[in-house]
């Protein structure tokens, strides 16, 4: 390897800073633009990060962003790639970061990306072995072409993925089972038009009163002129489109292909990830067919750099296993971090072999009980006024943020609009892993409801701290086929799919259900008329009553590890 010069320590310190706890490689990297032509006469451009002393049958590693080249970014993923060895092809998405065209976030992703491998394959410093990698959008590219190149062109193909929090359809999570994911698409879509602008990204940085009022803004397709001074097509766009079924979703989505990829994988994800629940879906979709991932699950959000750290460790060891037959260090496939006992399991699954069903009714009084009512009991009620919404507290967010993703829920349990369910302390610790399901029996004056569930821990001293959570919306044209029957008195049987969770529960801690119709400005407030969401302006004040009756018994149904 070469002597490393000013600009090779410079990017060293930088990736200690941007990356801690990873150590830079001693390979010299030089940096060059390339510019990637596509069949219609855009032109992408890129950067292409080549290393000295490349080993032979080291992977050419190929990354696709619409976050530009700065070198902040490049010192996340593929500089320290690049200086272990790996050469890099980092190619910005049309209309993005001097790429021509329009950017139009995931519609043009199939067909650029497969035009881009086949391009780095005809290139005179291809190493002969090809690779991709990148989280969150950068992995949604990955996914865009991974299904269709194995069923027809593998010899295009990537011959190993490296996958982070990520997913292969970002409609899902836009309309998050019915519910829109405000603060996540509205903040998303004001980073990606302000950092089009000159010193736009400064607008953003600090304090951001414009989102904040953004995300109050009454009807929904006005946020993003507030948030950003225009309107953006896109957001409109989703906005627009309520119902995942619609084809301006459909032909975005690449869950349907991902049983077709063959090559090995490694995913890395966090319980606090936005992408968490279908980039599990999406492991247990090829563990189904054979081919399960090397899985990480630590307690990260998606913007978390002790998550960049475990990509990056993970990723190499994949491709040393791949490419140059080295045993992968760790015992077994599966990882993850236990919260509660804070500590780290190993598993050659996900769920956990073993993991069985434990299930826990709401009763009338707050109770968790591990019985079903055997009479009628009185309802729970509570009443949920969208003009004051029932806030948002904690939970995933795409952007970086410094406080904790576990939140102390005591003070938020005492509103009116909040009810909760508490067991007895537990007898012994409770290892919960896996997706717990809620069925809540919900009895409301309107047409259209969310059903908000939150799973929290309450130690000894009473204080509530947030575990796991899901909403999901019924009532309202977009869901319609997949909304349970209504009874006579106006009551759904609302099945909510909570996120995955790996939690011990301690000896003398209790369980708490919390159920309530709003996590605002995470999710838009349900306007309760039925009507579509872009336009309402109408806010209707929602009676809610959670049943505890025989073949009514509201539940909760968690996956407990044998340990």
Do not use: C
């Not at 881009?116 to 072409?145: D, H």
């Not at 602008?197 to 304090?207: D, Q, S, V």
């Not at 409109?236 to 995942?244: S, V």
């Amino acid at each position: 390897m070469s002597k490393p010069t000013l600009a090779d320590r410079f990017r060293a310190g930088l990736i200690r800073r941007t990356v801690p706890g990873f150590t830079p490689g001693g390979h010299h990297v030089d940096i060059r633009r390339v510019e990637v032509p596509m069949p219609d006469g855009v032109t992408l451009v890129g950067d292409l990060l080549l290393p000295d002393d490349i080993r032979p049958g080291t992977p050419t590693v190929v990354m696709r962003t619409p976050y530009g080249r700065s070198l902040p970014f490049l010192a996340r993923l593929p500089l320290p790639l690049a200086t272990h060895g790996y050469p890099v092809v980092l190619v910005s998405s049309r209309g993005t970061a001097g790429s021509g065209g329009v950017f139009r976030p995931q519609i043009d992703e199939q067909a650029d990306g497969i035009e881009t491998l086949r391009w780095v394959r005809r290139q005179p410093w291809f190493t002969g072995r090809l690779a991709s990698a990148g989280g969150s959008y950068l992995g949604y590219t990955q996914w865009a072409v991974a299904g269709k190149l194995a069923r027809d062109e593998p010899e295009t193909a990537a011959e190993a993925m490296s996958l982070a929090v990520t997913m292969p359809d970002f409609g899902a999570i836009t309309w998050d089972r019915g519910a829109f994911s405000l603060r996540n698409a509205l903040s998303w879509s004001q980073m990606m038009r302000l950092m089009s602008k000159p010193f736009g990204f400064l607008a953003i940085l600090g304090p951001n009163p414009r989102l904040a009022r953004g995300l109050e803004a009454m009807p929904l397709r006005t946020g993003d002129a507030a948030a950003a001074g225009a309107e953006i097509d896109w957001y409109q766009d989703w906005l627009t489109h309520e119902d995942l079924t619609d084809e301006y979703w459909t032909q975005q989505s690449h869950t349907a292909s991902v049983a077709d990829v063959t090559v090995p994988i490694v995913m890395t994800t966090g319980w606090y990830d936005i992408f968490l629940p279908w980039q599990l879906r999406t492991y247990e979709v090829l563990a189904a067919a054979g081919r399960p991932p090397r899985l990480t699950i630590g307690p990260w959000n998606h913007a978390s750099n002790d998550s960049v750290g475990a990509d990056l460790t993970q990723t190499m060891h994949l491709y040393d296993e791949v490419f140059h037959g080295t045993p992968h260090p760790q015992e077994k496939p599966v990882r993850y971090f236990l919260t509660g006992a804070e500590e780290w399991r190993e598993s050659t699954a996900w769920t956990p072999p073993g993991t069985a069903t434990r299930a826990h009714f709401l009763r009338s009084g707050g109770v968790l009980a591990p019985d079903a009512p055997a009479t009628a009991e009185e309802p729970t009620a509570y009443v949920y006024d969208p003009a004051a919404p029932t806030p948002a507290t904690g939970g995933p967010t795409v952007q970086p943020s410094k406080k904790p993703d576990r939140v102390d829920d005591t003070e938020h349990e005492q509103r009116p609009d909040v009810v909760t369910f508490t067991s007895e302390p537990l007898p012994a610790d409770l290892d919960v892993t896996g997706t717990p399901v809620a069925t809540v029996w919900l009895r409301s004056d309107r047409p259209s409801v969310d059903v908000f569930v939150r799973l929290t821990d309450v130690d000894a001293a009473g204080r509530s701290v947030s575990v796991t959570d899901a909403i999901r919306r019924v009532g309202t044209a977009a869901t319609a086929a997949t909304d349970p029957a209504r009874t006579a008195d106006g009551a759904w049987p609302v099945e909510v799919e909570l996120w995955p969770t790996g939690h011990r529960f301690l000896a003398g801690h209790r369980i708490r259900v919390q159920v309530s119709s709003g996590a605002h400005p995470r999710y838009a407030r349900n306007a309760g008329t039925g009507r579509p969401a872009a336009d309402d302006t109408e806010l209707l004040v929602a009676h809610q009553e959670v049943l505890h009756e025989p073949g009514r018994a509201s539940s909760i149904r968690l996956p407990v590890s044998a340990g």
